[in-house]
T-cell receptor, first 115, second 112 residues
Framework: KAGVTQTPRYLIKTRGQQVTLSCSPISGHRSVSWYQQTPGQGLQFLFEYFSETQRNKGNFPGRFSGRQFSNSRSEMNVSTLELGDSALYLC??????????????FGQGTRLTVV | AQSVTQPDIHITVSEGASLELRCNYSYGATPYLFWYVQSPGQGLQLLLKYFSGDTLVQGIKGFEAEFKRSQSSFNLRKPSVHWSDAAEYFCAVGPTGNQFYFGTGTSLTVIP
């Protein structure tokens, strides 16, 4: 059974550019969430999608956006990149995402470097 | 508000020694608790989880954790550490779907 696939694994972008990251969840999983991981802030929740609808959103500026497709694949977009956006972006998928205690499976992440 | 505290930023143990990583949480209702491990440059792998029932839960790689409601703790333990256990360990509480609240992590170094 394939795991969560994130592409690309590494990205280098220039300040002011925009970037799109992709996440393919485990087959049959309908919930996808995104996290930003930095040494200073740790793991912070960005947003969660379930059946193409954003259900939860963390405390990030509007430059961070996402979407989910009918096949549950998800993309997140960051516009007008800032140096502080350099981070490891992790995607997690789960079967239903309803209620609490759902086991989430994480991808290997996309390492974004903004220069 | 939900929060997770991992008081130890970095721990060093000798191979073969026992290990305990501390985790304290703040949550209004019965929490769903998790421990994840992250190797350098990798994603997070689930070690174990607590939803309800027996407060001592067993996980993969010989890890276990004990939920203590009175202390709001969910400490991770391993009786004998292996060099391959060197990694970053994250405690998390997951009240709603995939929205986890993570601790800041504990970095484990294993000395041969």
């Amino acid at each position: 059974k394939a795991g969560v696939t994130q592409t690309p694994r590494y990205l280098i972008k220039t300040r002011g550019q925009q970037v799109t990251l992709s996440c393919s969840p485990i087959s049959g999983h309908r919930s996808v969430s995104w996290y930003q991981q930095t040494p200073g802030q740790g793991l912070q929740f960005l947003f969660e999608y379930f059946s193409e609808t954003q259900r939860n959103k963390g405390n990030f500026p509007g430059r961070f956006s996402g979407r989910q497709f009918s096949n549950s694949r998800s993309e997140m977009n960051v516009s007008t990149l800032e140096l502080g956006d350099s981070a490891l972006y992790l995607c997690a998928s789960s079967k239903s995402g309803t209620g609490g205690g759902t086991e989430a499976f994480f991808g290997q992440g996309t390492r974004l470097t903004v220069v | 508000a939900q929060s997770v505290t991992q008081p130890d930023i970095h721990i060093t143990v000798s191979e073969g020694a026992s290990l305990e990583l501390r985790c304290n949480y703040s949550y209004g209702a019965t929490p769903y608790l998790f421990w994840y491990v992250q190797s350098p440059g990798q994603g997070l792998q689930l070690l174990l989880k607590y939803f309800s029932g027996d407060t001592l839960v067993q996980g993969i790689k010989g890890f276990e954790a004990e939920f203590k409601r009175s202390q709001s703790s969910f400490n991770l333990r391993k009786p004998s550490v292996h060099w391959s256990d060197a990694a970053e360990y994250f405690c998390a509480v997951g009240p709603t779907g995939n929205q986890f609240y993570f601790g800041t992590g504990t970095s484990l170094t294993v000395i041969p």
